[in-house]
């Protein structure tokens, strides 16, 4: 008995420690859940089986919004003070300058006849109105000028890209002399051609029309080929300046110039002259030749 008592005891003791352990170890973790499947919602939102809308790409017709009127400042001055600050600052904007440019000082090699040609113009003004006077010349080394026009115009600017012309033009050589009324367009044309259109009536009656186009091809930063067209066309004859009615003269010429700076820029190209119709005769008969063909050099310059 006293053995079976003891027994009882042992396992007795042995019980807690027993269940403690069992207690104590890490269960197996539990297996994880299944995923779930992605929800179609398509149906329950009512677009199941309809086709995605194309965009409208068409432009409205809603107008649009005002300009505003309000700035800050007017939270913290007088309306007297800001309105006296706008016109203080357009005017600060509308400056004047004074510009020289000569487009063309150049020495023309020609067999048998080498010559000069010069090109430009000087204005006073701003962005908007201009006084400008514009030369032109050429002629033959050891002979006197064959051609001296200068022009003196009010120029408009009508939009960005264009300007009125309203002046006279004054020609000394050919002898003789004539002084011209002048009204002419000049601007910018799409893809950057520059051109220019005047109408010349002279006092003694003759009308006269030019017409030009040149075109600044930069090759690199430095290096700009201008090709430039000119027209010139007379509505009767005039046989004392030696000119024909219709088409006077087409000159074409080409000028690669490098920029040295922006206000400085050496160059070598080709110049042709054509003169036409009845001027070609009248030239012919004075012993020159109806056209010509030049090779120049020379700067281009401004300040």
């Known amino acids: 008995m006293r053995r079976l ?45 309809e086709p995605e809308a194309a965009a409208d790409d068409t432009p409205g017709d809603a107008p649009p919004p005002p300009v505003p009127t309000d700035r800050a400042a007017d939270a913290f001055y007088p309306p007297e003070k800001v309105a006296q600050s706008l016109k203080d600052v357009l005017k600060g904007m509308d400056f004047t300058t004074f510009t ?38 050429e002629g033959g080394f050891g002979r006197k000028a064959e051609n001296i026009e200068v022009d003196g115009y009010w120029r ?3 939009d960005p890209w264009f300007n009125l012309q309203v002046g006279m033009r004054q020609d000394f050589r050919p002898v003789p002399d004539r002084t011209y009324a002048m009204v002419g367009i000049q601007g910018l044309a799409p893809y950057w051609f520059e051109v220019q259109g005047q109408l010349f009536v002279s006092n003694k009656g003759d009308v006269h029309a030019r017409a030009t186009a040149a075109y600044d091809q930069r090759i690199t930063q430095r290096l700009v080929l201008e090709p430039e067209l000119e027209a010139d066309f007379a509505f009767q004859d005039v046989p004392e300046l030696g000119i024909g009615a219709g088409f006077e003269k087409i000159e074409l010429s080409a000028r690669l110039r490098y920029e040295v700076s922006r206000m400085f820029a050496p160059y070598l190209g080709l110049f042709w002259e054509r003169r036409l119709g009845g001027t070609a005769e009248h030239a012919r008969l004075e012993g020159e030749k109806a056209s010509a063909v030049s090779v120049v050099t020379g700067v281009r310059f401004w300040f």
């Open 156 to 158: 408009h600017a009508i």
């Open 5 to 49: 008592a003891f027994v009882a005891l042992a396992c007795s003791g042995a019980g807690p420690a027993f269940a403690q352990e069992v207690h104590g170890d890490h269960a197996p973790p539990a297996a994880a859940a299944p995923q779930d499947q992605p929800v179609d919602h398509s149906a329950h939102m009512g677009h199941a089986g």
């Open 100 to 137: 020289l440019r000569v487009d063309q000082l150049e020495y023309r090699a020609r067999s048998g006849k080498d010559g000069y040609g010069f090109e430009g113009e000087a204005w006073y003004g701003g962005d908007i109105d201009r006084a400008v006077v514009a030369f032109q010349g």
